[in-house]
């Protein structure tokens, strides 16, 4: 097996990894509560964990993260206002779907991407237009205040 059918291999571990950890969650009837306090945590930590990715532009949050787990195809469009993203496949959302979770989208992708987003430039809106979990597309607007 080559180097990149391992990488493509670990990819998928651990979206099945992350599917199963929302799944068990949702049935334990914690997940909101635990979505909730990691939110909090990745807002906090988003300096930190850019700098670790090595992300220093708003665009990289998105692309270099879709390169990295191989998970959604995130595209990134860039205006004076600030960027829009777009994803139509998540690896993450389709296996979650597949076993009966709950959607992973918030707690495993767009928490910690806005973490990070907010460590890069604190005054910025992260909006959420649609995800994947329950539209045709993941849609983020991230626009300077």
Known sequence: MGLEQKFKMLQMIYAGALADFVLRMGNEGILEKVSLEK??????????????????????????????????????????EGLKAQATKCMLCALAKKTGAQSPCNIFCLDPMEGMMRGLNPDIDFDVKETLWSGQKCMVNVVKK
């Open 39 to 80: 939110r909090e945590e990745q807002l906090q930590n988003g300096k930190i964990r850019a700098a670790q990715f090595g992300i220093e532009k708003p665009e990289g949050v998105f692309l270099v993260l879709s390169d990295l787990f191989g998970c959604a195809d995130w595209t990134v469009e860039t205006n004076d």
